[in-house]
């Protein structure tokens, strides 16, 4: 039920007005009050009747389980002054001990009942539009604020972290790759786990903006990159370790030449990878998000696309293949 004006602050006979009909909510037994405050609140409840404020009365019995005969009494003579001005009275909220000791004194005929206030003034009130809307300005705002959260939320422009951190991660890789090459195997595990360690905050953010579907095809490639080559680059060893450092070097590059929008990178010519099924699906995604770009007038042709199964991919701007008279290599992920 929307909130009504409170047209009187009483302490035992409250009232708050709907339109043109007012809500009567007696707080016990006028025993523990005051008798002239009791019978001064009174007056002004058939004041707003008689001076013609309120067309109808409803009376909320809800805020006790018990009134005596005295407010009983009150409430038939309210109910009354309502009815003799062409109004209407309801009761609604009764507790069923009250509602056994009024069918006794045979008094149900005083007024409507209600099983609710908000049913009690569905009937009774007539509420302008404006009115209504004010009565209901707390949930409106509410609804409002949420509304609003949800709008920035998906609206509001979210950082593209291959520019925020492609310049870091190229100078970063270009440090470890160089230090990697002069150390001794203790002081290379320490810094491969301190790389790990700056690393995988970065992939993480990558990967939430892909479950989010707002990843770029930027970002793609720098996940690309950091997660499935350079991660793993930093534990192996040999020709694995050779393999991975191309792709991870590679696809940095496709990062910023995707930002610049300059000519793709030479990929290189890595005989004998196996591509992870999550990097091809990846690979995919981002293929998808090129080739839409650039169907729309883009100026960018950079892609990697799926060439003879699910672990052979290759730049879209790459040499045509050879007719089977010479060896093939792929260029995997």
């Not at 007696?26 to 609140?41: K, Q, T, W, Y």
Request: hydrophobic residues 40%; glycine residues 8%.
């Amino acid at each position: 039920m929307a909130r009504g004006e409170q047209a009187l602050l009483n302490r035992f006979y409250p009232v708050d007005l709907h339109g043109d009909t007012a809500v009567l909510k007696p707080r016990g037994d006028a025993a523990g009050f005051s008798l002239h405050s009791v019978i001064s609140e009174l007056d002004q409840v058939r004041g707003l009747i008689e001076t013609g404020r309120i067309r109808n009365l409803l009376i909320d019995l809800g805020h006790h389980r018990y009134f005596g005969s005295m407010v009983i009494g009150d409430l038939i003579d309210l109910a009354q002054l309502v009815r003799d001005r062409g109004g209407r009275a309801g009761l609604c909220g009764i507790s069923d001990d009250m509602a056994s000791a009024m069918r006794l004194m045979q008094l149900n005929e005083h007024w409507e009942q209600f099983p609710s206030a908000a049913a009690g003034l569905h009937a009774l009130a007539k509420i302008s539009r404006t009115e209504r809307v004010w009565q209901s300005r707390y949930q409106i705002a509410c609804a409002a604020v949420v509304l609003i959260a949800v709008m920035v939320y998906w609206f509001y422009p979210r950082a593209n972290y291959a520019v925020v951190y492609h310049e870091k991660m190229q100078k970063l890789w270009t440090e470890v790759s160089a230090k990697r090459a002069r150390s001794g195997i203790e002081e290379w595990h320490w810094t491969a786990k301190k790389t790990e360690a700056q690393l995988e905050p970065i992939v993480a953010k990558l990967e939430r903006q892909l479950k989010d579907h707002r990843a770029t095809a930027s970002e793609k490639y720098l996940l690309l990159a950091v997660k499935f080559h350079w991660l793993p680059w930093l534990k192996e060893t040999g020709a694995e370790a050779e393999k991975s450092g191309q792709l991870t070097k590679y696809y940095l590059d496709m990062t910023d030449s995707v930002l610049a929008g300059t000519p793709a990178p030479i990929a290189p010519t890595i005989a004998g990878t196996q591509a992870a099924t999550p990097a091809i699906e990846l690979a995919s995604d981002i293929s998808g998000d090129i080739n839409t770009s650039s169907s729309s007038g883009g100026s960018t042709e950079i892609s990697i696309l799926p060439v003879s199964g699910p672990t052979e991919v290759k730049p879209i701007n790459a040499p045509p293949e050879n007719d089977g008279s010479q060896s093939t290599e792929s260029t995997p992920i």
